[in-house]
């Protein structure tokens, strides 16, 4: 059992995400929350059709990046094969309750489910540019990388979303929640699609 979460293991095992779909050359690591609620679908558990994809980040990414002529296919496939991996902050499934507790947290840095997030390490070290998605995964990488700015702002106003800081392989901008932000959404390919092809990644 596991003593973050009391589980036998995470999604990220159970999916064997680092055999099935991390990419052959990985150019962007997005980093998100959590993996949701227990029993609900995971990032990389492949839906039944795409065209009803019940993971709201899941379907904003691969439509969005898709449209953006990054992916070839709208698809996991097509995803990994454009060298994207995502990985979550906390790989724990917890409760709504738990998940506001600590995304309140970290808007203040303070959340203490990412004190030592090491699991993102590696592919933080590796990837040529990672996407910080949501105040939780702000709070972890900042946790993780000692030159990670720790300015309270809101990462739903100017200069985000965007680099952290110029010049930075840090990209930073809200979780892609429908109910929050969708209007938004072409706003923040935009400016990813931008930061990307200032550094030569896709």
């Not at 059992?1 to 052959?24: A, I, Y």
């Not at 929050?180 to 990644?201: G, M, S, V, Y």
Request: with cysteine; proline share 8%; hydrophobic share 35%.
């Amino acid at each position: 059992m596991l003593t973050c979460c009391g589980l036998v293991s995470h999604p990220w095992e159970q999916f064997e995400v680092e055999r099935k779909w991390r990419p052959n050359q990985l150019r962007c690591l997005i980093v998100g929350e959590n993996p949701s609620y227990e029993g609900q679908p995971y990032f990389y558990e492949e839906p039944i059709s795409y065209n009803n994809d019940p993971v709201a980040v899941r379907c904003g990414l691969l439509q969005n990046l898709y449209k953006q002529e990054i992916l070839e296919s709208a698809t996991l496939t097509g995803f990994r094969e454009a060298g994207f991996l995502f990985d979550h902050a906390i790989r724990c499934h917890l409760s709504k309750d738990e998940v506001k507790k600590e995304r309140e947290s970290a808007q203040r840095f303070k959340s203490q489910r990412v004190q030592t997030p090491t699991h993102l390490l590696p592919t933080v070290m590796e990837a040529p540019i990672v996407w910080v998605m949501g105040h939780l995964a702000r709070n972890a990488i900042a946790n993780l990388i000692r030159d990670f700015p720790r300015e309270k702002r809101p990462i739903s106003r100017p200069p985000f979303p965007g680099e952290i800081v110029p010049g930075s392989r840090y990209f930073l901008s809200e979780y892609l929640n429908p109910r929050w932000n969708k209007n938004r959404w072409p706003q923040i390919f935009a400016a990813f699609l931008e930061f990307a092809k200032t550094r030569d990644i896709f």
